[in-house]
């Protein structure tokens, strides 16, 4: 725990540079008493404090990401690593142990190469450490030394710190940037790997999902890689059966809610609808897989349905359309709601019935609106990962009947990334093509939707 | 005059009965209409009650299990806490040294028979272990102790399983020596491979670490995103940028970002697969992007008068932003940030990216010791195929729910009490 040991000791000096920077300023204050200072001595303590805090924290991550690297480079270095095996899986294996029991992690080393590692690890972690310790105090004195020397009576230093502040602001609100461009950049460098040893056109276009995460990466067979039956399986769950589910039900509690229920019922009713969306996905997962799964075969069985799945697609639909239910309906809410009063009295007062006003005059106003919120909820419904995981199964099928058991984009990066695979191998780097295609198909709808939304919201405005 | 003028052709009555016949289909359309809309609501909340009570009827018996009681006469066994011993595992140690286990499987085979001493959980001797180092005077009296049952045995109470243990179970609970008791270790225990042996402490810490470390990431990102964007940004193509990116990472689906964790953060810190840390920053980048959003509604509800009387008596725009409005919006921000944390809470998939599936037998010491978290161990317990899980799993899952309800009501609570019309 070197990390939050250096975390520490940067709260710490910046706390004493903080206490530092306000005496000063105090002792400016009480030397010419007639004089004001151009800043209060609290900023000044600001000031001396975001100097020392700020570089500490850049070193610290910087180096909380690099030290145990340059820990297993030292290790490298010493004798007692020169007649260790060159093939890399083994080796890693045996330094992961040296190091486990050299940070007290576990208390055993079964491999007697990764005994004699234990004390160059020992004592590489403990050099290590001295040179973060030390590198942070260096940081810290002479960012604290600059700042501190820069405080005088007339130091506009809350300027200075506001401007450090506004930088600070800024960076968080790019993080945002960072982790779009993260998810780009791991997503396609990964990709273009796989792409590399499978043709983008077997992947995209083949019609046979058999990877064989045992064959040989370099001679993989492309055509074991076809994701149509995984793009069909998605598009059948969550866009089709789960919709079928999910607008109808959604649609018509929105208009219920908006429309026809008396205030006490609306309190009560909309809580219950906001709950079926803060249940977690995995124990909707449970729910199909251990009620709702075997209760649909059995049904089918008893219709004469012979080769029924227990894991069926309609199960997994049929609770994932359960699942959006609340989204649909928040959404149709909002939608009808913004469509101007106005109108709807218009209808009521030529004579129409509510529910004729409903059909003829908001739903048709409120329609792009509503539009917008099922595509958001078709890419909700293809990305969800849990009740397929549970409930669908991993065998792809094309077909349309949906007692089949059919598999989804989700489930196979699921199963591609948690087995045994190595990185080197197309099985577990199709993983990241499925998931950049599932990225750019979700941004596609979700872009679509939001622009729509805001045509439709400009309208009436 | 006198006379009403003949309605002229044209003007024909309006209560014909062709009109009535319509009027009245219309009505019937209309009543069909409000009782479909009514129908809708029903069975959504019929479905989502029928959810619940599943999960509570099967839950209710996981937070049991199958006990035997067992005399143990412990003068005769001979057995004496190790003074030298530092810790409980020592002491441990040392009580199975002096032979514990055969002293609790000799005892059981006296009261219950051979055949049901074998049935006993592996670990029951674990249990005695425990009584004793809590209570050493234990050693020298004859106590009878409720031990767990093994999960053949649980099986057979529960009627399920071989002729033999059905039988056996049946013999024994008409005895009155087993039978099923609420299980105070299911909260306290961690994962095991027998049901009977399970708990949940382990996964529920490393929920806590990992929800600590999503809080502590994203929530000070989120504000600060928040305030830059609402309050100082200008208008130009870098903030739509952010803008744009922000919105859309609050849409992507949870298990890209498992995928960027396990591509970027396992990349970076490849020794910490499986670790709070690693799962806590993978959240906090899919909780940030809500928590900057739902702040964004909060300040934008704070009225400009607000900052144009800081201004005008002469504070600067840093410290408008942060002595008034940042106080007045965080309630709100507080009711997004705990929608936001609840929502973390019960992801799985990104964490099924970053190796959190794995067999974590001993709860986690601290955040980069291997981890799992509770809607991941809910997961893991759904594959057993021992029947003893279901109810587990259950229970696991109404453990979950109840952090949840009880995170959603403090959103709410939070709300209602800080809405302010100004």
């Given at each position: 725990?070197?990390?939050?040991?250096?975390?520490?000791?940067?709260?710490?000096?910046?706390?004493?540079?903080?206490?530092?920077?306000?005496?000063?300023?105090?002792?400016?204050?009480?030397?010419?008493?007639?004089?004001?200072?151009?800043?209060?001595?609290?900023?000044?303590?600001?000031?001396?404090?975001?100097?020392?805090?700020?570089?500490?924290?850049?070193?610290?991550?910087?180096?909380?990401?690099?030290?145990?690297?340059?820990?297993?480079?030292?290790?490298?270095?010493?004798?007692?690593?020169?007649?260790?095996?060159?093939?890399?899986?083994?080796?890693?294996?045996?330094?992961?142990?040296?190091?486990?029991?050299?940070?007290?992690?576990?208390?055993?080393?079964?491999?007697?190469?990764?005994?004699?590692?234990?004390?160059?690890?020992?004592?590489?972690?403990?050099?290590?450490?001295?040179?973060?310790?030390?590198?942070?105090?260096?940081?810290?004195?002479?960012?604290?030394?600059?700042?501190?020397?820069?405080?005088?009576?007339?130091?506009?230093?809350?300027?200075?710190?506001?401007?450090?502040?506004?930088?600070?602001?800024?960076?968080?609100?790019?993080?945002?940037?960072?982790?779009?461009?993260?998810?780009?950049?791991?997503?396609?460098?990964?990709?273009?790997?796989?792409?590399?040893?499978?043709?983008?056109?077997?992947?995209?276009?083949?019609?046979?999902?058999?990877?064989?995460?045992?064959?040989?990466?370099?001679?993989?067979?492309?055509?074991?890689?076809?994701?149509?039956?995984?793009?069909?399986?998605?598009?059948?769950?969550?866009?089709?059966?789960?919709?079928?589910?999910?607008?109808?039900?959604?649609?018509?509690?929105?208009?219920?809610?908006?429309?026809?229920?008396?205030?006490?019922?609306?309190?009560?009713?909309?809580?219950?609808?906001?709950?079926?969306?803060?249940?977690?996905?995995?124990?909707?997962?449970?729910?199909?897989?251990?009620?709702?799964?075997?209760?649909?075969?059995?049904?089918?069985?008893?219709?004469?349905?012979?080769?029924?799945?227990?894991?069926?697609?309609?199960?997994?639909?049929?609770?994932?359309?359960?699942?959006?239910?609340?989204?649909?309906?928040?959404?149709?809410?909002?939608?009808?709601?913004?469509?101007?009063?106005?109108?709807?009295?218009?209808?009521?007062?030529?004579?129409?019935?509510?529910?004729?006003?409903?059909?003829?005059?908001?739903?048709?106003?409120?329609?792009?609106?509503?539009?917008?919120?099922?595509?958001?909820?078709?890419?909700?419904?293809?990305?969800?990962?849990?009740?397929?995981?549970?409930?669908?199964?991993?065998?792809?099928?094309?077909?349309?009947?949906?007692?089949?058991?059919?598999?989804?984009?989700?489930?196979?990066?699921?199963?591609?990334?948690?087995?045994?695979?190595?990185?080197?191998?197309?099985?577990?780097?199709?993983?990241?093509?499925?998931?950049?295609?599932?990225?750019?198909?979700?941004?596609?709808?979700?872009?679509?939707?939001?622009?729509?939304?805001?045509?439709?919201?400009?309208?009436?405005? | 005059?006198?006379?009403?003028?003949?309605?002229?052709?044209?003007?024909?009555?309006?209560?014909?009965?062709?009109?009535?016949?319509?009027?009245?289909?219309?009505?019937?359309?209309?009543?069909?209409?409000?009782?479909?809309?009514?129908?809708?609501?029903?069975?959504?909340?019929?479905?989502?009650?029928?959810?619940?009570?599943?999960?509570?009827?099967?839950?209710?018996?996981?937070?049991?299990?199958?006990?035997?009681?067992?005399?143990?006469?412990?003068?005769?066994?001979?057995?004496?806490?190790?003074?030298?011993?530092?810790?409980?595992?020592?002491?441990?140690?040392?009580?199975?040294?002096?032979?514990?286990?055969?002293?609790?499987?000799?005892?059981?085979?006296?009261?219950?028979?051979?055949?049901?001493?074998?049935?006993?959980?592996?670990?029951?001797?674990?249990?005695?272990?425990?009584?004793?180092?809590?209570?050493?005077?234990?050693?020298?009296?004859?106590?009878?102790?409720?031990?767990?049952?093994?999960?053949?045995?649980?099986?057979?109470?529960?009627?399920?399983?071989?002729?033999?243990?059905?039988?056996?179970?049946?013999?024994?609970?008409?005895?009155?020596?087993?039978?099923?008791?609420?299980?105070?270790?299911?909260?306290?225990?961690?994962?095991?491979?027998?049901?009977?042996?399970?708990?949940?402490?382990?996964?529920?810490?490393?929920?806590?670490?990992?929800?600590?470390?999503?809080?502590?990431?994203?929530?000070?990102?989120?504000?600060?995103?928040?305030?830059?964007?609402?309050?100082?940004?200008?208008?130009?193509?870098?903030?739509?940028?952010?803008?744009?990116?922000?919105?859309?990472?609050?849409?992507?689906?949870?298990?890209?970002?498992?995928?960027?964790?396990?591509?970027?953060?396992?990349?970076?810190?490849?020794?910490?697969?499986?670790?709070?840390?690693?799962?806590?920053?993978?959240?906090?980048?899919?909780?940030?992007?809500?928590?900057?959003?739902?702040?964004?509604?909060?300040?934008?509800?704070?009225p400009p008068s607000i900052r144009d009387g800081a201004l005008a008596i002469g504070a600067s725009p840093v410290q408008v932003v942060f002595h008034h409005v940042?106080?007045?919006?965080?309630?709100?921000?507080?009711?997004?940030?705990?929608?936001?944390?609840?929502?973390?809470?019960?992801?799985?998939?990104?964490?099924?990216?970053?190796?959190?599936?794995?067999?974590?037998?001993?709860?986690?010491?601290?955040?980069?010791?291997?981890?799992?978290?509770?809607?991941?161990?809910?997961?893991?317990?759904?594959?057993?195929?021992?029947?003893?899980?279901?109810?587990?799993?259950?229970?696991?899952?109404?453990?979950?729910?109840?952090?949840?309800?009880?995170?959603?009501?403090?959103?709410?609570?939070?709300?209602?009490?800080?809405?302010?019309?100004?």
């Open positions: 725990m070197s990390a939050s040991l250096l975390l520490l000791l940067t709260i710490g000096l910046a706390l004493a540079g903080w206490l530092a920077g306000r005496a000063r300023a105090w002792s400016f204050r009480s030397a010419n008493g007639a004089q004001r200072l151009a800043a209060l001595p609290n900023y000044h303590g600001w000031y001396v404090a975001l100097w020392i805090a700020v570089p500490l924290l850049v070193f610290l991550a910087l180096w909380s990401a690099f030290a145990p690297g340059l820990v297993t480079q030292a290790v490298l270095t010493d004798p007692a690593a020169a007649n260790l095996p060159a093939f890399d899986f083994q080796r890693n294996a045996i330094l992961a142990q040296a190091r486990a029991v050299a940070t007290g992690a576990s208390g055993m080393v079964s491999h007697p190469d990764a005994a004699a590692l234990v004390e160059p690890y020992r004592a590489a972690i403990a050099r290590f450490r001295l040179i973060g310790i030390l590198a942070t105090l260096g940081i810290a004195v002479a960012a604290g030394a600059f700042a501190f020397l820069r405080l005088k009576p007339q130091f506009t230093a809350r300027t200075k710190v506001e401007r450090i502040v506004l930088a600070i602001l800024l960076l968080a609100s790019l993080v945002a940037i960072l982790t779009t461009l993260g998810i780009l950049a791991s997503l396609v460098f990964e990709t273009v790997r796989f792409f590399g040893m499978i043709s983008p056109i077997d992947f995209l276009f083949g019609t046979h999902w058999a990877p064989d995460p045992m064959a040989a990466a370099e001679s993989a067979d492309g055509t074991r890689y076809g994701a149509i039956p995984l793009f069909w399986g998605t598009i059948f769950i969550g866009a089709i059966i789960a919709m079928i589910v999910a607008i109808p039900l959604g649609l018509m509690s929105a208009i219920y809610l908006t429309q026809y229920a008396k205030p006490s019922y609306r309190k009560w009713l909309k809580p219950a609808l906001e709950i079926l969306a803060g249940v977690p996905t995995v124990v909707y997962g449970y729910f199909a897989a251990l009620t709702v799964a075997p209760a649909i075969r059995d049904a089918a069985q008893s219709l004469g349905v012979a080769n029924a799945s227990s894991e069926s697609a309609l199960a997994a639909g049929l609770v994932m359309g359960v699942m959006i239910i609340p989204f649909v309906s928040s959404m149709a809410d909002d939608s009808i709601a913004a469509v101007p009063q106005a109108m709807r009295d218009g209808s009521l007062a030529m004579g129409a019935t509510k529910s004729e006003t409903i059909r003829r005059v908001l739903i048709p106003a409120a329609l792009p609106g509503i539009v917008a919120g099922v595509m958001l909820a078709v890419s909700r419904a293809i990305g969800e990962t849990m009740i397929v995981v549970m409930a669908a199964s991993t065998a792809a099928n094309l077909s349309a009947n949906p007692l089949d058991s059919m598999t989804t984009v989700t489930v196979q990066i699921v199963a591609m990334l948690t087995g045994e695979g190595s990185f080197d191998h197309p099985a577990t780097l199709s993983a990241f093509a499925l998931g950049f295609v599932l990225f750019l198909v979700t941004l596609a709808l979700n872009f679509v939707a939001l622009r729509v939304v805001k045509r439709f919201r400009e309208a009436y405005e | 005059m006198s006379d009403a003028a003949p309605l002229p052709p044209s003007r024909t009555p309006t209560r014909t009965p062709a009109f009535e016949a319509r009027l009245k289909k219309r009505y019937r359309a209309e009543k069909r209409f409000k009782w479909l809309g009514l129908g809708a609501i029903l069975v959504s909340v019929a479905v989502l009650l029928f959810l619940l009570t599943t999960m509570v009827v099967n839950g209710a018996s996981g937070f049991q299990r199958a006990e035997v009681q067992v005399p143990i006469d412990f003068t005769q066994a001979g057995l004496s806490i190790d003074p030298t011993a530092s810790d409980q595992a020592e002491i441990m140690r040392s009580l199975e040294g002096q032979g514990l286990p055969q002293v609790v499987e000799f005892f059981a085979a006296k009261s219950l028979g051979e055949q049901a001493a074998s049935e006993l959980s592996g670990d029951a001797w674990r249990e005695v272990g425990t009584a004793i180092i809590d209570d050493p005077s234990l050693l020298r009296r004859t106590e009878t102790l409720a031990l767990p049952a093994g999960s053949d045995l649980a099986a057979g109470l529960d009627g399920e399983g071989s002729p033999q243990d059905r039988a056996l179970a049946a013999q024994l609970k008409n005895d009155g020596k087993l039978k099923r008791a609420f299980d105070p270790g299911f909260l306290s225990r961690s994962d095991a491979t027998d049901p009977q042996a399970v708990g949940i402490w382990g996964a529920l810490k490393g929920s806590m670490l990992t929800m600590f470390v999503t809080l502590l990431l994203a929530f000070p990102i989120g504000v600060l995103a928040a305030l830059y964007l609402e309050e100082y940004a200008p208008k130009n193509r870098w903030t739509d940028l952010i803008e744009v990116s922000i919105n859309n990472l609050a849409a992507v689906p949870s298990i890209i970002f498992g995928l960027l964790g396990l591509a970027v953060f396992l990349w970076i810190f490849p020794n910490l697969r499986s670790a709070p840390l690693i799962g806590g920053m993978t959240l906090a980048l899919m909780t940030m992007p809500v928590i900057v959003i739902a702040g964004r509604n909060a300040i934008k509800a704070v940042l106080p007045l919006a965080l309630p709100g921000i507080l009711t997004g940030t705990i929608i936001g944390m609840a929502r973390a809470l019960g992801e799985t998939a990104p964490l099924l990216m970053i190796g959190m599936r794995a067999f974590v037998a001993t709860p986690p010491s601290g955040f980069t010791s291997p981890a799992t978290v509770l809607p991941v161990q809910i997961f893991l317990w759904s594959d057993e195929i021992d029947r003893g899980f279901v109810a587990r799993t259950s229970a696991a899952i109404i453990v979950l729910l109840l952090f949840l309800l009880v995170m959603n009501g403090l959103a709410i609570y939070l709300r209602n009490k800080f809405e302010k019309t100004w």
